[in-house]
């Protein structure tokens, strides 16, 4: 499938914009005709050659690797909504994330401020987490698979990298799964993808956000597995990054122990301080270890009246609580709200923002 502008993709999804363009085929900003809803549609592209037994296991591969992206639920991961058939290959629907890759700020900004990085990463890990759990080992990450929304970050393209082996495996046995700028030493050596693996590609992918610069600059698989270049501006992320890019898989730290050795130095999202031009009023929070008295059964909305991802029941806070002329902005949520709180004279609010791990943030407001 080499389609263009207003194509209808699986009887369903019309192609509207070319976003994007990779080894693996083009991406589409797309119109869902059915929900009537924006949408991201991923359009593989096989190479010529291929007979039809080869295509139709290529296409049972990529049905698989969007499936299983599918059951993963967490708002760092972007949800996979569809997965059809088109003129014999294969096109992924997905959420369409309005935002920008980490490559493109990379590229825009050079090396990016310690803060910054290490919650991005922090956002990251939790992500890898909730796939690692369930199995799902991402395979490729990198710069150009993590999108930066807003407050949101969302890996991209889990599995692709499977089906990128599948589609070389005929014309290039053994070929190595991933970006080697960012593959792990095991991966480099054609050893299977672990979780590991892609803490490894953690490590890899924010040295160069805050070096501004890859680990290596090698020109040959051989000389990628080589120690990466010495940290210069990394500062207190040093140890953290350093022990992801650990040449022994056992010896990389969790996900989980990740994260919680860069919860110090994780800035806050962007916002401006006291009233702006639109009359409203920002304020940050700051995480507390939450106990279960202090989470309510209940789940809210966020103030804008988004949805809740995963919330099997929402009660609406109401606006109209807020004060009319000058309204409250919570700045510093980077996922979903799963529960609110108020103290008993209801002047101080809690949010409970990280299911599983016990954490609250608290506001003053």
Known sequence: MTETRGVLVGGRYRLVELIGRGGMGRLWRGRDETLHRDVAVKEVLFPPGLDGGQLEVLLRRVTHE???SAGLNHPGIVTVHDVVEHNGAPAIVTELVAGRSLAAMIRHQGRLPVGEVARISAAVL??????HRAGVVHRDLKPDNILISGGRVVLTDFGIAAVAAAIMAPTRPGGVMGTPFYAAPEQLEGKPATSASDLWAVGATFYHAVEGERPSTAQSVATLTHSP????????????????LAKDPHQRPTAEDAIRTLAPYSAPLP?????DQNGWTT???QTVPATPAVIPPISALPTDGGSVAGSPSVVTVPLSDFPKDRPTALIGHARAVFSVAFSPDGRDPS??????TGEVRLWDV
């Open 66 to 68: 969007a499936l299983t």
């Open 126 to 131: 939790d992500a890898l987490a909730v796939a």
């Open 229 to 244: 270049r010495p940290f210069r501006h990394a500062g207190p992320l040093e140890d953290v990054l350093a022990g992801l």
């Open 271 to 275: 916002a401006r301080r006291g009233p």
């Open 283 to 285: 304020t940050h929070a």
């Open 351 to 356: 949010t409970y923002w990280r299911r599983g």
